[in-house]
T-cell receptor, first 115, second 115 residues
Framework: GAGVSQSPSNKVTEKGKDVELRCDPI?????LYWYRQSLGQGLEFLIY????????KSGLPSDRFSAERTGGSVSTLTIQRTQQEDSAVYLC?????????????FGPGTRLTVL | AQSVTQLGSHVSVSEGALVLLRCNYS??????LFWYVQYPNQGLQLLLK??????LVKGINGFEAEFKKSETSFHLTKPSAHMSDAAEYFC?????????????FGSGTRLQVQP
C-alpha cells in the first residue's frame, strides 16, 4: 500500500516568509509525528498527534512553529517568519493504532532552504 | 531523559567485510530499540527492531542486531558489506514507560563501502 507522503519535496523561501509543509500518513494510522533533521542537530522531535487527543507540542522550537491535523489524517506544519536556522529536512512519520512498541514509518521529507 | 549514543560518525569498510555500527542507550528499563537506514535524499527506512521477544534480531538486507542489557547496547552488524549498503544509519529508542511517544535518535553513522 501507499506509504507516508510529503509535499513539497523541496521548498526554497526567503527569510521572513511563511511556509506550509504537508504530510499524508499511511491510511488507518492514527499517530502522526513531525521531526526535523538538520546539520549539527541530528533528528529532533517536533510534534505528535494521536487521534483526537491534544497534540504533544513539546518539541516545537519556538512559537513560530505550529501544526494541525485535519480529520485525523493530513497534517500541515507551518513555520511563520522563517529564519535561516529553520533550513532543514522536515520528516513526517506515522504509526498504526495499538502499536505496542511504537514502530514509525517515515515519509521522504521536505527539504526547506531559507535564503 | 533517555539518550542514544552512536560511536563513530563515519565508518568505512571494504566490500565483503564485516559491518559493525555501534549503539548504546541510556535507560533504566530496557526500551524498544530500532535501527533505521537513510539513503541519499530519502526518508528513513526501518531495518529492524527490538521489542523484547528475542535478543538477536534479524532485519532486512542481511542486517542483524543483538540487544545486550548488561552493556546497554544494540549494535548493528552485517557479515559481508555490499556497495548498496552505503548510507546513513540511525539508532533510535522508544521508551513508552515514560509515556513519551516520540523516538529519540542517535546522531547517525555514515557507512562507506569501498570496492
Amino acid at each position: 500500500g501507499a506509504g507516508v507522503s510529503q509535499s513539497p519535496s523541496n521548498k526554497v523561501t526567503e527569510k521572513g516568509k511563511d511556509v506550509e509543509l504537508r504530510c499524508d500518513p499511511i491510511s488507518g494510522h492514527t499517530a502522526l509525528y513531525w521531526y526535523r533533521q538538520s546539520l549539527g542537530q541530528g533528528l529532533e522531535f517536533l510534534i505528535y498527534f494521536q487521534g483526537n487527543s491534544a497534540p504533544d507540542k513539546s518539541g516545537l522550537p519556538s512559537d513560530r512553529f505550529s501544526a494541525e491535523r485535519t480529520g485525523g489524517s493530513v497534517s500541515t506544519l507551518t513555520i511563520q517568519r522563517t529564519q535561516q536556522e529553520d533550513s532543514a529536512v522536515y520528516l513526517c512519520a506515522s504509526s498504526a493504532p495499538g502499536s505496542s512498541y511504537n514502530e514509525q514509518f517515515f515519509g521522504p521529507g521536505t527539504r526547506l532552504t531559507v535564503l | 531523559a533517555q539518550s542514544v549514543t552512536q560511536l563513530g560518525s563515519h565508518v568505512s569498510v571494504s566490500e565483503g567485510a564485516l559491518v559493525l555500527l555501534r549503539c548504546n542507550y541510556s535507560s533504566s528499563v530496557p526500551p524498544y530499540l530500532f535501527w533505521y537506514v537513510q539513503y541519499p535524499n530519502q526518508g528513513l527506512q526501518l531495518l529492524l527492531k527490538y521489542t523484547s521477544a528475542a535478543t538477536l534480531v534479524k532485519g532486512i538486507n542481511g542486517f542483524e542486531a543483538e540487544f545486550k542489557k548488561s552493556e546497554t547496547s544494540f549494535h548493528l552488524t552485517k557479515p559481508s558489506a555490499h556497495m548498496s549498503d552505503a548510507a546513513e544509519y540511525f539508532c533510535a529508542v522508544s521508551d513508552l514507560n515514560t509515556g513519551r511517544r516520540a523516538l529519540t535518535f542517535g546522531s547517525g553513522t555514515r557507512l562507506q563501502v569501498q570496492p
